[in-house]
């Protein structure tokens, strides 16, 4: 591909690295359509199933990242060892640590041994995937699943669907997709019918895949068109800071962050669409009877860009590393549970110091929204006016918070991250400070109890009134 496109990063700012990374995706899209047509489980058995998709993710992953490549096998090989030596009631500690640490080496020497500001398109992206799914996995079999073969494990991490960019998937589901089942571990809708009418157990992709392609387009129109207009690195040039006036340079802020998010959506909808188009990612039917296809989806961009709460903004962005947080993290950590779960995810980003900067500053940001989410809200909810009044003014506090934040995520060094700040006069970190102090919200286990109903009527008071409505009746 070099070959064939030595002037690429010439014309566009994309490094010939990157367009490698795009070609072999939309490789691995025509492979997905191959894969499912014919290959499909009821064609053929698991296993080749198995052996298919793992050898054409190796494949992709040496063309893309040459032989730092071998490290997907090893993390995963080491790991594996890991759990056939240890017990499963402390396997996925040990799995979480090493693989964690092994990824943590590979971004500590590549960032400050071998070239410092390599941001996209290296091979410890895919290995940060690969990490969530050695650890999920380790966690699903902790909670009481079965120990999956090494063949099954290797095409789980490893499948050329989701080596180069995911996203994170739970490992039944996978597994259930491989052998034909998808609903083999989930609740089916009444008799397998919505609105009356019998539903396909394997309805087409065709159409989502083409919806998806059909935004990754857009996305990347969009990327290649303004990203060079408005750079972040601008907000904090020293004429920029001394010359324009600060409410210029908050719609400045936002409008430079804006055009960053183009090509997360690029990636991560080509990386659902090759899954969808392969048969994986169905979801069941909504309540209008069509198959929803999002059940690996990593993004809701019109929730993203409308989000009017931290917490919406960061349930629809990276989706399937949310949700890996959350379980690995977030609902088994006893002890604050939201500090941890920042710092876990800034340690699995990388070694770039504006990371951390980025995640501390998150976890100021979530307390601040969550207080003022609990104590001001319910004052707005009283009429449809002021509900609307609230919702605009949280959806621009949010966007700009969000920007706010990940600033530091961009720019990646302590310097020109700390000087943002500094220009801001670190006004939204004392401002959520105070919020936070001055606005508590109750633990989560007492929100979580009194979530729960008070009184559980018992077995033997509903058959009493059951028989008094029989003997009335």
């Not at 699903?140 to 120990?147: A, N, P, S, T, Y």
């Not at 949310?322 to 990388?350: D, I, Q």
């Not at 008070?454 to 009746?473: G, M, R």
Request: charge should be positive.
């Amino acid at each position: 591909i070099i070959i064939f496109t030595p002037g690429v990063s010439d014309m566009f700012p994309v490094s010939n690295t990157v367009v490698n990374f795009v070609v072999c995706q939309l490789c691995a899209l025509l492979t997905a359509v191959w894969f499912r047509l014919y290959l499909h489980p009821s064609k053929t058995s698991p296993f080749v199933r198995h052996v298919v998709a793992t050898l054409l993710g190796i494949y992709f992953a040496l063309f893309c990242f040459g032989w730092y490549a071998l490290h997907f096998l090893l993390q995963s090989g080491i790991t594996y060892g890991i759990m056939i030596l240890t017990g499963v009631e402390h396997m996925h500690k040990y799995c979480l640590v090493v693989a964690l640490g092994y990824l943590s080496f590979c971004q500590i020497t590549r960032v400050y041994v071998f070239d410092y500001g390599m941001y996209s398109a290296d091979f410890t992206g895919p290995m940060m995937v690969i990490t969530q799914k050695i650890t999920s996995v380790a966690f699903e079999i902790h909670d009481g699943e079965r120990m999956p073969s090494l063949l099954e494990y290797f095409s789980y991490n490893c499948n050329f669907m989701g080596i180069l960019a995911g996203p994170t998937c739970s490992y039944n589901d996978y597994i259930a997709f491989i052998e034909g089942t998808p609903y083999r571990h989930r609740d089916l809708e009444t008799k397998g019918k919505v609105n009356g009418k019998s539903r396909l157990n394997d309805p087409s992709p065709n159409t989502e895949v083409i919806r998806k392609l059909a935004t990754c387009f857009i996305s990347l129109l969009v990327f290649l068109s303004v990203c060079k207009v408005c750079p972040v690195e601008r907000n904090v040039d020293d004429d920029f800071i001394a010359t324009t006036p600060f409410y210029a340079q908050v719609v400045y802020l936002y409008l430079s962050m804006l055009t960053t998010r183009p090509k997360y959506y690029f990636v991560w909808t080509l990386a659902d669409a090759i899954n969808n188009a392969a048969g994986f990612g169905f979801n069941g039917y909504d309540s209008n009877g069509l198959p929803r296809w999002d059940l690996i989806s990593n993004l809701r961009i019109m929730n993203i860009e409308l989000a009017t709460s931290f917490k919406v903004f960061l349930d629809n962005w990276n989706i399937q590393t949310a949700h890996w947080l959350k379980r690995v993290c977030y609902e088994r950590c006893p002890y604050n549970p939201t500090a941890a779960t920042f710092l876990l995810s800034a340690m699995w980003h990388g070694a770039y110091p504006g990371y951390y900067l980025t995640f501390l500053t998150g976890i100021v940001i979530t307390l601040a929204a969550r207080a003022v989410r609990h104590n001001v809200r319910p004052y707005f909810l009283g009429s449809p006016t002021l509900k609307f009044v609230y919702d605009v003014i949280t959806w621009a506090a949010t966007q700009i918070a969000i920007c706010y934040t990940v600033v530091p995520f961009v720019l990646l060094s302590v310097g020109p991250s700390l000087k943002f700040y500094r220009s801001w006069y670190f006004c939204i970190h004392i401002g959520c400070i105070l919020l936070a102090i001055a606005l508590p919200v109750k633990p989560r286990h007492l929100r979580l109890k009194e979530q729960q109903p008070a009184v559980q009527p018992s077995l033997e008071s509903t058959d009493s009134n059951s028989n008094q409505k029989q003997k009335a009746t």
